[in-house]
């Protein structure tokens, strides 16, 4: 099926895009990684704190954590590898190196310098500096930031649903070689290409243009679709939520449907036929900032803000075991909490599909708008 191997190529595009970005992105862990050392919490602050913990990216895997019989907080997961480029070149290690100094910050030497992980932001000291100094809004006075090329948790979750994605797609294609009515796996995938091209593809870029689109939409459906899934697992994934992670999947959709648009789409936003040509220049204007900047700040908006929402809810009110136990007790509260948080991952399941699916659609509506050729008269 060439539409499944076309999927494929596209597929390695986007991921080259997100991953990149997501790399250069700064995460924003709070002080589990420093002072609070991931550990306990049991007020409204540490809870609200360790939400934000969790919406952030983060340069280590952790799957979970447990506290031994000497009331240590131990921490089960792995390192990732951490790339950066200083001012002499390129450095890595592993984020497992990362160590806490007397002043409670996180100090790496590599090849004569000093790296500082401040709150997950990387910096490399100044010359001789052994500290980090700050100002009175805790601000590092003596570090600067370096370019981060690391392979986060994010990026960890992209490569997993490109991997899937890529797995599913490559058996879909092998199997339409040989049979019309594809197997095994392959029936749970048919019904969901079928339904993107009858239901998005057609009614909005038409019969004669849709197939063209059709591996990006197929590649940015399931990509969102699979990443919204992996973070409603308690691998604690939160890609779609990263703001660099959806401002990319805006640009490739602008990329596409900007340089695939037709002659007719930029006679009419250029230079609009059937007003007044004072209007003209003006019209153009605004017609160039709907497409140029509206319509993706839109997708990106929407997809972020919806998916970090989500996550914060459910955290939340899986948090209220916590607040409501001196009312209702242990067992009440985490009842209460329990059947709570069932209910709005169940929305949430829903929610996950939703936006793959309005992502995929305005995609498809934009990049209809650009193809299409006006009838004249």
Excluded at 214 to 225: A, S
Excluded at 268 to 295: D, S, Y
Excluded at 326 to 355: C, D, H, K, P, Y
Aim: positive net charge; contains cysteine.
């Amino acid at each position: 099926m060439k539409i499944a191997q076309k999927s494929i190529k596209f597929l390695a595009l986007a991921l080259l895009v997100l991953i990149s970005a997501t790399s250069f992105a700064s995460s924003t862990d709070k002080k589990h990684d420093t002072q609070n050392d991931g550990g306990r919490v049991n007020s409204k602050e540490e809870i609200s704190d360790y939400i934000k913990h969790h919406l952030a990216d983060s340069h280590d895997f952790t799957l979970f954590s447990y506290s031994n019989d000497a009331g240590e907080r131990k921490h089960f997961g792995f390192s990732l590898p951490v790339i950066l480029w200083s001012s002499k070149g390129l450095v890595a290690f592993m984020s497992s190196e990362f160590h806490h100094n007397d002043d409670g910050h996180v100090l790496v030497d590599r090849k004569g310098l000093k790296f500082a992980k401040i709150h997950s932001k990387i910096f490399e000291l100044d010359a001789n500096a052994s500290t980090v100094s700050f100002d009175e809004t805790h601000h590092a006075t003596n570090a600067h930031k370096v370019l981060d090329f690391s392979i986060t948790k994010s990026v960890v979750g992209i490569l997993i649903a490109g991997f899937l994605i890529f797995f599913g797609f490559t058996k879909l294609a092998k199997q339409y070689k040989t049979r019309d009515i594809p197997k095994g796996f392959g029936r749970v995938l048919e019904p969901l290409v079928l339904y993107v091209r009858d239901e998005i593809a057609k009614p909005n870029i038409g019969e004669k243009k849709y197939r063209k689109f059709m591996p990006y939409l197929l590649t940015v459906f399931f990509f969102i679709w699979i990443l919204n899934l992996m973070g409603l697992t308690p691998l604690g994934f939160n890609v779609t939520g990263q703001i660099a992670v959806t401002v990319c999947l805006a640009l490739i959709t602008l990329v596409v449907y900007i340089t695939n648009g037709s002659k007719d789409f930029w006679a009419h936003t250029l230079w609009m036929p059937g007003v007044p040509k004072l209007l003209r220049p003006i019209l153009a204007v605004l017609e160039l900032a709907g497409f140029l900047l509206i319509k993706p700040f839109s997708l990106l908006v929407r997809l972020f803000a919806n998916i970090t929402a989500g996550h914060s809810v459910v955290m939340g009110i899986a948090a209220l075991m916590i607040l409501l136990k001196s009312q209702f007790g242990t067992v009440g509260a985490t009842g209460i909490s329990f059947f709570l948080t069932l209910f709005l991952t169940v929305i949430e399941l829903l929610v996950a599909f939703l936006q793959a699916f309005i992502f995929t659609m305005l995609s498809a509506l934009f990049i209809g708008m650009a193809v299409e050729e006006h009838e004249h008269h």
